[in-house]
C-alpha cells in the first residue's frame, strides 16, 4: 500500500502530464484530502501512514479518471461558489471565478432591495442560490432545459437554506417562455460557444462537461443573447436589468444586440483577468 506522502507525489508527478506544477498539485491535495478525509496538516504530519486496501483502490480508480482529464470538482462532487460549498456532477458547469464576479455585480446594485429575479439556464444553481443569499428580500426563480441540472440545483438550494423556485424551461420553445411572469432582474451565463469553435476547448471541459451548457445549437455565438434580450422585452417590469456573462470574442457584438433591441445604459466589464466577460443593459418602458 502506498503512504500518504508516497501517493500525493504519486498522483502530482503524474498529473504533470497534463497540468502545470501549482494545478497538478492543488488537485493531488484536494484528491487527497477527499480520499483521507485529512487536511493537508494531518497528512504532513501522518505521511508515512499506508493507505487502507479501500483507499488504495480509491485512489486506483481516481488516478485513472484524472489522468483522462475528467475535472477534479466532479470527482470529489462539490467545488466553492461565492464562499459557498456548491454540490456539482457532470450534468452541470462547474462554476468559475468570472461568474462570482457577475454575482457580485448584481449584489452591489441591488443591496436592500427586493428584485424579482429569474436565472436563465441555472446549471447548479450557483447562480440562483447565491443571489437569494445575499439578496435575502428577493424572489429567485432558476430555470434550465436540463433535467439533471434541474436536480442538482434543487439540492443546492436545498442544503444551503435558499428558497428558490427551480423551473423545467427550455428556452427554444416560446410555448414554455410565455408561462414565465415578470422579473426586475434577468441574470443568465448562456451558452455561448459555437459548434465550430469545439477543436479550441480543453479536453476537461469538452469531453467532461454539459455540452448543452456550452455550446450554441447553431453558427450563431448570440443566438441566447438575442432569446434574452427578446425576453426581457417581454418579461421584464419598468426599468428591468440583464445581466449576462459573455464570451470575450463577442462581447462587443453582444453590447451592440442589446442596444439594438432598446436596451440603454448597456455597459460590459471586464473580470479580474482583463477580459470583457460581463454584461449589464436597462429596460426603459
Not at 455585480?105 to 443571489?131: E, F, H, M, Q, R
Not at 451548457?213 to 443566438?223: C, E, I, K, R, Y
Request: glycine share 4%.
Amino acid at each position: 500500500m502506498l503512504t500518504y506522502g508516497q501517493a500525493y507525489y504519486d498522483l502530482k508527478n503524474a498529473l504533470l502530464s497534463l497540468y502545470d506544477e501549482g494545478e497538478s498539485a492543488a488537485i493531488a491535495h484536494a484528491i487527497m484530502e477527499h480520499i483521507t478525509d485529512a487536511d493537508k496538516l494531518e497528512r504532513l504530519t501522518e505521511k508515512d501512514r499506508q493507505f487502507t486496501e479501500a483507499q488504495q483502490q480509491q485512489y486506483t480508480d481516481t488516478k485513472e479518471l484524472l489522468l483522462k482529464a475528467t475535472p477534479v470538482q466532479y470527482i470529489v462532487g462539490k467545488t466553492w461558489f461565492m464562499n459557498r460549498e456548491f454540490m456539482v456532477n457532470d450534468s452541470v458547469l462547474i462554476p468559475r471565478p468570472e461568474t462570482e464576479e457577475l454575482v457580485d455585480w448584481v449584489v452591489k446594485d441591488n443591496a436592500g432591495k427586493s428584485p424579482a429575479i429569474i436565472d436563465i439556464g441555472t446549471g447548479s444553481g450557483c447562480i440562483a442560490v447565491s443571489l437569494k443569499l445575499d439578496l435575502p428580500q428577493s424572489t429567485v426563480t432558476a430555470c434550465d432545459v436540463s433535467s439533471g441540472a434541474l436536480l442538482v440545483a434543487r439540492m443546492n438550494a436545498s442544503n444551503l437554506n435558499a428558497t428558490v423556485e427551480v423551473k423545467h424551461i427550455d428556452f427554444l420553445n416560446p410555448e414554455q417562455v410565455a408561462t414565465l411572469d415578470k422579473y426586475d432582474i434577468i441574470v443568465s451565463n448562456p451558452p455561448y460557444i459555437p459548434e465550430s469553435d469545439k477543436a479550441t476547448i480543453h479536453s476537461n471541459v469538452l469531453n467532461h462537461e454539459p455540452h448543452v451548457a456550452l455550446f450554441v445549437p447553431t453558427s450563431d455565438a448570440l443566438l441566447f443573447y438575442r432569446i434574452i434580450a427578446d425576453f426581457g422585452k417581454t418579461h421584464l417590469n419598468e426599468d428591468g436589468l440583464i445581466y449576462c456573462e459573455l464570451d470575450r470574442d463577442y462581447s462587443m457584438q453582444a453590447k451592440e444586440l442589446f442596444e439594438a433591441m432598446g436596451y440603454t445604459d448597456v455597459e460590459v466589464r471586464k473580470d479580474m483577468a482583463g477580459n470583457t466577460r460581463m454584461l449589464k443593459a436597462i429596460l426603459k418602458k
